[in-house]
């Protein structure tokens, strides 16, 4: 939080940061788009499941950032309704949206 002379900025850069640090993704190319346009996303999807706590931190840490990312916003919340049973797929949408918002 920044006071300047014609209000007050908020930024959530270092959180950010931090964030890509912690899923090992500093060095990540960055894309146009936060959700990729023929991504079909289904629960019934027979594949790999990934850790739900590591895909519920990833999620709050997105809905976190939602507050000053309002682009990014459709998409967490439609990987957010997969909490229940985490894909590999869905977990990899979560990624794309944190390379978007680089």
Do not use: W
């Not at 300047?4 to 940061?17: A, V």
């Not at 499941?49 to 507050?67: E, F, H, M, P």
């Not at 909490?83 to 797929?89: A, K, L, T």
């Amino acid at each position: 939080m920044k006071q300047l002379e014609h209000g007050t900025f908020l930024s959530q850069l270092k959180y950010y940061f931090d964030l890509l640090k912690k899923y090992k993704m500093e060095d990540c190319k960055e894309v146009a788009t936060p959700f990729a346009t023929n991504c079909l996303m289904d629960a019934d999807e027979v594949e790999q499941q990934v850790d739900s706590t590591k895909y519920r931190g990833l999620i709050g840490s997105l809905l976190y950032l939602n507050a000053s990312r309002p682009d990014i916003q459709f998409g967490v919340l439609l990987c957010a309704r997969f909490q229940s049973n985490p894909m590999e797929s869905i977990f990899k949408a979560e990624k794309r949206i944190l390379k978007h918002s680089k």
